[in-house]
């Protein structure tokens, strides 16, 4: 009886410690874990934003993807959210209480089961030389089943920081894999209007075209914007020679006007173009693609019959401008290549 007794008084003893022991466990807890990401902030953050991006980078979601997801009516944004409901994953939501844009969101996320609970989700988009730093954050209460549940089991972020921690892995790549996404598009045959235009010239060797361009193309868009000068379209590209073999290339940058403009600059020309039948060709995406679109269309033309008109016009007009989007895959190209007239 007396052994009894005493097995009971270790035990009351081992409670009463076990008990002040997970009472005095902290009362919130915190943690945060950060990647660079060779991506815009816009990029990073458009894909944080919308809640039907997760699935692609959400470290929990790979764990099952059969997960059933119900989205709100809104996905991205203040009051966006989402629920998820799976064998593994057990029930919970998310939804975004406030966001500055490209510069951080900030969540909410609740748990129905294995167990209730709630927590701070916070996410910071900070430019870093090429790149993004993009900081995750979880913070929240601790009740007394939490604080019990990570007596003994170790701290939250003992076993969530890995999963952040892939979750940035996954987000990279799939930040990076967005802006590799282009599409080409042969349209076929156009008209193309013609008109006037402002334009400077140089030639150069083809591997320095981008760099010579980058501070020509400017230029030009800055006279006419300084001189109040109403353009009648979108900048471009007029290619008067390219020659692989000697790897040199002559053209001018140019933005079209709605009449004909006698510039006060000796380095900034008038010119026009008459209007010309031309195959039209769309590049949705990074320049570096242009070579292969730029194929195609020429390879179109014999495929289907027409024929390229000698010294005629071969322009790419910048639909959306690399400055108005840092997302390469959203950029749009549009290339001419002039052809005979079809009644030749």
Known sequence: MKAFKYILFLLLITIIGASIYIAVQ????????????????????????????????????EQEPLATLTYLDKTSGIAAGYAWNGNILGEGSMKTLAVEENKSIAQQINFVTPFESQSDISWSFEPENNGTKVTWTMSGKQDFMTKMYTAFSGPIEE???PDFDRGLFKLDSVAVASMKKYSINVFGVTQHG??????????????????????MLPKIIAYAENNSIQTAGKPFVNYHQWDEENNAVMFSCCVPTTEKVISNDSDILTGQLPPFKAVKTVLKGNYTNLKEAWEKGM????????????NGPT???YSNLAENNPNPAKWLTEIYIAIKPLDD
């Open 159 to 161: 076993s969530v920081g």
């Open 315 to 317: 322009i790419e007009v």
């Open 299 to 310: 390879n179109y033309i014999p495929e289907n019959g027409l024929e390229a008109l000698e």
């Open 26 to 61: 902290p009362n919130t807890y915190t943690f945060s874990r950060s990647r660079i990401i060779e991506a815009p902030s816009t990029v990073v953050f458009n894909e944080v934003n919308d809640y039907k991006n997760w699935p692609n980078f959400s470290p929990w979601l």
């Open 194 to 215: 013609g008109g006037y235009y402002l334009y400077n010239t140089a030639s150069c060797k083809i591997n320095e075209l981008s760099t010579k361009m980058q501070n």
